[in-house]
């Protein structure tokens, strides 16, 4: 790991121990929201070698299916002063991802290009959407927001089917350490009905050194305006819990932001994640579910926004009640007038 790599965390950070991942997480939805993937390219080093490997991960949110591949410790190839990344012939980057997959099980091929980026803002101090904590050294987890939104031109022919993404949206983050948080929960959207807008909250339980500690952090795009509660910058937040639904208020020193998600159950996929020395099962993800929302700036007493994101990604991993049972200091129930569409039947 080197100050470049600090300085920009979307790029390879490299192995910085026995047990190590790096992953990037690009979700891709189509222009008439039919079609809804997420590729997860990366890396994982074990302690045990044999357990190493390179991984191309497959998730068709819609249809409810997933593929993990592995290949080689060879096949993976990045660049250090760009976001770009290769795993055999498929590339990734913040400009595009171009598919060569043909596996038994999955087979992927085309190439889109991405465009008009919303990026997390950052600074020399506070690098990326972890701020500082990114140049803290041994963290058990970290991870990055690539990119709030962006557009997406291209075409992919997935088992068969020919996808028109021209016109879409995407989203684009990262994790890499030893391995994924004890807990956490997740949810984001950028596909809001009456302005560009994209939402990305993540809210874990990470140990370090001989402690733990529980962080957050929540970006809120409203056209050109960037609105961010996180640990670092002193917000609160406030989480409640309803079957695979959450509620959360959170609060900076001038804005309240009102979250509550609507998903099915049946609708959650099962991903595998790092843990111990092999990736395993162990991520349940909805790429189906709808998030309300309401921003406040509480000094005027007035609403600045209120829209309905459609195709909300939705994510639970470990022992969640843990993490939010010690976040919810209040309730944190959202109140019918915040929906701004019909909810959609369960």
């Avoid at 890396?43 to 080689?72: K, L, M, W």
């Avoid at 980026?117 to 500082?132: A, C, N, R, V």
């Avoid at 807990?183 to 001989?210: E, Y």
Wanted: with cysteine; aromatic share 16%.
């Amino acid at each position: 790991m080197n100050l470049k790599s600090l300085r920009n965390p979307d790029l390879y950070h490299g192995r910085t121990g026995r047990q190590y991942f790096e992953g990037w997480y690009f979700k891709l939805v189509d222009k008439k929201m039919e079609n809804v993937f997420a590729f997860i390219p990366g890396i994982f080093f074990s302690s045990e070698p044999e357990y190493s490997h390179a991984f191309i991960q497959v998730v068709d949110g819609i249809n409810r299916t997933y593929r993990y591949e592995r290949f080689p410790l060879d096949h993976f190839r990045a660049d250090h002063k760009y976001f770009a990344l290769a795993i055999g012939e498929n590339r990734f980057g913040r400009e595009g991802l171009t598919l060569d997959l043909n596996r038994p099980r999955v087979a992927a091929s085309g190439e889109l290009h991405f465009k008009e980026h919303l990026d997390w803002p950052d600074s020399f101090l506070s690098p990326g959407s972890m701020g500082f904590y990114n140049y803290i050294p041994r963290m058990q987890c970290y991870s990055q927001v690539c990119a709030m939104d962006f557009d997406v031109e291209g075409r992919l022919d997935i088992n068969g089917r020919m996808i028109d993404f021209s016109g879409g949206k995407g989203y684009i983050e990262k994790n890499w350490g030893s391995a994924f948080p004890f807990s956490w929960i997740w949810v984001q959207s950028n596909h809001f009905q009456h302005k560009r807008a994209s939402l990305s909250f993540s809210l874990g339980h990470i140990p370090f050194l001989m402690t733990a500690f529980r962080g957050f952090l929540a970006g809120l795009y409203v056209e050109e305006t960037f609105y961010e509660f996180t640990t670092m910058n002193r917000s609160k937040v406030q989480v409640e819990q309803k079957g695979t639904d959450l509620a959360l208020r959170l609060d900076n020193s001038r804005y309240s932001l009102f979250i509550e998600t609507e998903t099915k159950s049946k609708d959650f996929i099962l991903l595998n994640g790092p843990r111990g020395k092999k990736m395993i099962p162990l991520v349940h993800e909805n790429l189906q579910g709808f998030v309300y929302l309401e921003l406040k700036d509480r000094n005027r007493g007035e609403t600045i926004y209120k829209d309905t994101g459609r195709c909300a990604g939705v994510e639970y991993g470990g022992r969640q009640m843990a993490v939010i049972d010690n976040f919810a200091e209040a309730p944190a129930r959202a109140q019918k007038d915040y929906r701004t569409a019909p909810s959609p039947s369960i």
